[in-house]
């Protein structure tokens, strides 16, 4: 993991890009809310949550055989999916799975998703590496909150193809990332209040990332 290296995503080309996808229609179905949650999918299929899915040459977000895929095919593009939602508090958790491609990749949760270049992005790594950041418009490459503006080892995230449970909040300015039960980082920052929700996958590497997400929660924080 190059832990200094900002991820210059398709922040231009995804949202360009968005014209030639293949597009879900957002809904607002109840259904993807239920038990208490603001939000749930478990990409069973039976229900339509909204998210993106897209196939292009660079990066994809597929929904198959009840998980949702998404891959970044080209070396620091970060690609993403959101279901069209808006939450301000919130505690988002996902269960993720590496399934191909080199360690040395990020992948991870979204919160205040504003536009392609206004979020915030929760981001472990198959080689054990953790970070929270955002985009933000003026910035060519991704600001890291966490310690040092880098990416921090942790022995709690499972390497390679291992599943991770991730957690994070977003509360007032506190974000927060949770790995498999274990609180890793905590930081402040002001800048976005409210926006959308999501997942997104970056590889450091040649060779593309494939991630799995499911069952992808928000809840409204305890």
Not at 187 to 195: A, C, I, R
Not at 211 to 220: G, Q, T, W, Y
Request: aromatic residues 12%; negative net charge.
């Amino acid at each position: 993991m190059n832990r200094y290296r900002g991820v210059l995503g398709t922040i231009g080309a995804f949202f360009l890009l968005l014209a030639g996808c293949t597009v879900i229609e957002t809904t607002q179905n109840s259904d993807c809310n239920n038990d208490g949650m603001l939000f749930f999918d478990d990409f069973s299929g039976e229900i339509n949550c909204g998210w993106v899915v897209y196939e292009e040459l660079g990066g994809s977000a597929l929904i198959a055989e009840d998980v949702l895929v998404v891959s970044s095919k080209e070396k620091e593009q970060f690609w993403w999916t959101n279901p069209g939602k808006d939450f301000d508090n919130v505690e988002i958790s996902v269960d993720a799975s590496q399934i191909s491609g080199p360690d040395d990749n990020a992948y991870g949760v979204i919160c205040r998703y504003q536009s392609p270049e206004n979020f915030y992005m929760f981001l472990i790594s198959g080689d054990g590496y953790y970070a929270i950041g955002k985009f933000q418009t003026g910035s060519s490459q991704i600001v890291y909150l966490t310690e040092n503006g880098e990416y921090i080892f942790s022995d709690v995230i499972n390497r390679g193809n291992a599943p991770n449970d991730i957690r994070v909040r977003c509360v007032g300015n506190e974000l927060s990332l949770t790995v498999n039960g274990i609180l890793l980082a905590t930081v402040t920052d002001p800048t976005f209040v409210k926006g959308d929700v999501g997942v997104g996958v970056t590889s450091f590497q040649p060779g593309a990332a494939v991630i799995e997400f499911d069952n992808f929660r928000v809840l409204a924080p305890q």
